[in-house]
């Protein structure tokens, strides 16, 4: 018997057996983060310490001005610079661009994906490598949209979203429906960047992808499905950045319509 299928094993919040022996590698982009990056930072290691988990932490820094590489930095002197591993790039280069570099550094057979900003709570990352083991799937996304983990998976609490005010709900909401109604991908949350993939199937879908702004995350998922890769999803909380000012604006909702109907013509 699988010890992660067991009903204690998947009950618990994320007590996992020696046993596993994989790495995850988490690529975390930044902008003008120095506040938030030691927090997600102690989250992260505390998570996998008491998971057992083999991790690295892949710091995407887009030359924040704010000091952000110099508390990377500390932040390896602390903890280990094969753990904490500063990758910076010379400007904002967009969030998908964020990811295909951080991907050159990986070394874990795992990638989790994440916002720096406290918006994605580390703690759901042992229910992601739960649904991931039971079922083999080859991604695993956080949704805020879902009550429930798809395939069913005991322990786990209705998505949610806090700290949003009526109308970035509303977008947000809005922009989930249109491409679900035009592209129909069977996933609730396809503007969601918490994410979990086998680091095969992530080369893989990186190198079709051709958005590199906020509708990147949408079109991984799309194509994924477009290829046969199986996806499941974890329900999560997500909370709005406690440090900072969010880098969504009017540009990225059009990038994002016009994302939608390119996906719609050609996958």
Known sequence: MNPFESNAALTMQGQFSSSNTHKYSVILPTYNERKNL????WLLART???????????????????????VARQLAA??????ILLRPRAGKLGLGTAYIHGLNFCTGDFVIIMDADFSHHPKFIPQFIRLQQAHNLDIVTGTRYRADASPPMP?????????WDLKRKFVSRGANFLADTVL?????????SFRLYKIAVLRHIITLTVSRGYVFQMEMIVRARALGYSVGEVPITFVDRLFGESKLGASEIVQYGKGVWTLFTTV
């Open 155 to 163: 322990g786990t609490t209705p998505g949610g979203v806090h700290g």
């Open 78 to 83: 602390s903890y280990g610079e094969d753990r």
């Open 38 to 41: 030691p927090i997600i930072i």
């Open 48 to 70: 996998f310490a008491e998971n057992e988990l083999a991790w690295e932490v892949i710091v995407v820094d887009d030359n924040s001005p704010d000091g952000t590489q110099d």
């Open 184 to 192: 129909a991908p069977g996933v609730s949350d396809l503007t969601g």
